[in-house]
């Protein structure tokens, strides 16, 4: 039995004559993939002792290492602890044109879980279909996704651990949870199976690998490897350029009636402000204190006009808030090392941690917003936003995050007010430019889409809050009050 | 006496008769900020409960929290206690153009230790010296450090503590060692001015302001802030341009001889190469297991001429250690991110976790190489840069972590030889353009540049390995071996 598998490998004779070519066609692939538009995941992942850490070593002998990262996800950090699960992975991302090999993918961190109980495989699977999601965005972004699963039977598996084990310097490597798992070889088996149903995408489906013979298993990645890339090179090279739409029409109308019904105008004193504001200020301050003293972090994102006010909102609200504890993250034109990433990187990339405040001036809503309007990106891509957007902001709050949405809403008139005050008062002047009288030539633009935002991306746990500012002082007040309701209600269900 | 000190308290009416100025001025130094080549580094210091946080939120409150980040070193996390002491100091840095708060700045985590035994004061002078380095790196970078240290007297302190803790809104931040630190005034304000002493720069001055009253303290921060802003601005607005040399003459004739007298030729059988390789490869596996398995990260550089063999080299080198812990950095231009901070933070940056691996493919040198032939940089800056280098891998080595050097050295006639073979082969014309060959017509500057950094740069802790590289294989072997002997040396003394 033993001799008729190894009559089955494949011989070092043959092995040799077959790599020279391989590895030529993977440097071909390196050089092809500098200028193109996508980046390349691997991910080899597999069973138990499967020998996933030999492949990725052989595949980075193969290739120039200069272009390929290798990333495994070892114990979570306190880091990475103190963010939602996905953030790990987020940060490793490779930008377009670079490759990286997940040794284990993200994948490993669910199965070394080992669900057992009905509640653990329910949690197992909901993290199954976090990583499918995950995986749907990054493909629909353009990037090459190849997933490799290492199959190995039972007696293939004991018999590695065994050589492993025979071997000084690899006997390390063989912990007493391989041989615990080697015995439930069943159990693991189903529960792989399981974890390659749930994350079996059309843009990235697993190839199974068998894995007793080593020399076929490396051939067989790397030409599946190649094979991908040459299709999705063709498929990508050039994706379809996006277009200015000539109109912009609400895809939900209920949105846009929703902001013309908004009434703007609202009468305050200035000392009734001021009291009122105080008393605001210091429920805010006892709030956030609240939530960040039990580990729970708070997002705000402000949206709205041009100078509808978000900038003074900002300044008042971080007045209440600890310094130390709080960011502000002005959102404009990306960094390339931020182009060169999926657009939700970088939103990813400031996530605060546990007991922390993060404040987004404008956000991940410029896709479906200024993105929109002006085709930055194509109308797949921001229609396809609404339930990225949704999803992203729903990994923030099951993680625990407060999420606190506001658009400021001001009539026309108002803010040709506010420009004109701009234009005309020294240190204002600078906060107005050409780029907000274009904006402002597309109101109707601007305001179909933030109706189709407010519409579709107005969710129970994180809402939207309308505020109207053409009175600052009422917007101020509002947003004070609505974000003291929001963060004592989550924190009530504590 | 408490009425006296009171009376000497501006009144409130003075203080808001002066604020709206100070707010003025504040937004107008940010807006003159954000085109600025430098950016702001504000650090607010003091004694034990003098206020640096009430400081820190009453200039978020004046300032555009938009142009502006806190930041609070709270404790390390682990990522933090991977690396270096001053790792976490440059991940916070504010790119150009920005400014930063820094509540209780770098100095706050040396006063925390409060050091009593002459060995600890002896690791606190340690830490001062290393700070005072890094305010110098800075500051000669370019950026505008303001250093404040708030001086509360003790009895003004005992007060402080009393009416925190007064109020049920801020008791919680009344801790007991802030009582026994009251008790143990004296010495904690001898440790506090040992610190303002040994951190006392010319380009970096300690501002000290009187703390107990609280009005006349946020006016005097806010106005020394200003002052030295102003100062700066006229002296950087337009640093001098760096301009290219004309001619590249030695500092230091020894390092130019070196190379100058490196036999380039070795003979090495194909067969011989082999057997010695696979054995070296062996041995390096286990060396870099051993110093990851304790702890020890890794740092390889690898520096030379084009198409000296870099990159084969480090090809070999990654053959022999798990993927997983190993990254390979190529240093390329740099991205707009890392071009607008100082030159080493996208060094920093990369620095492994304890037990990784880093190999940088060209490094940090290309400050004293690149920048200084084709004038990227001013003379003062690449001169002083060996010294700034020689610190920077001397922070390395001092937590542990491995630094292995490598110039590898090949003659004229071979570059061109290879340059040809690059020309002519279809995998390997990527690998050859243009800047190549401009190079390549200032051989003389380079080697007197790369001399000059063998000479400068040669320290016992991380040693320059000299590579002969006319012959590949012999090259690769050295590099092993090298590589193998430094590793094992370097665990040996633990």
Redo the contacts between chains.
Sequence with gaps: MAKAKTNRRMTKRDYEARVPAVR?AL??LQ?AL?PAPFPVLLVIAGDDASGK?DV??V???WL?????????FHDP???ERDRPPMWRYWRSLPPRGRMA?Y?GGWHGDALAADPRSPRELARFDATLARLAHFEGLLTEGGALVVKIWLRLSQSAQGDRLHELEADP?TAWRVSPDDWKFHRDYERRVRLATRLRRATELAAAPWHVVEAADPRARNLAIAETLLARFQKHLRAHATPPAPKKPRRITPLRATGLRRLKALPLHHALSESDYEAKRDKWL?RL??AVRDATQRGRSIVWVFEGWDAAGK?GA??RL??AI???????I?IAKP???EKSHHYLWRFWRHLPRAGRVT?Y?RSWYGRVLVERIEGFCRADEWRRAFEELNDFEAQLTAHGIIVLKFWLHISPAEQLRRFREREVTA?KR?KINAEDWRNRRQWAAYEVAAGDMLALTDRPKAPWHLVPADNKRFARLEILRASCRQIAAALEKD
């Design positions: 030529e440097i071909q050089i500098q850490g990725v070593n595949l980075n002998g120039d290492p200069r272009g390929v990262e290798t990333l495994a950090s306190d880091e090999i040794a310097d210091g301050n006892r900038g900002i300044r971080t007045s600890d310094a130390r504890d709080c960011r502000v002005p960094t390339d090392e404040i001036d240190y600078h």
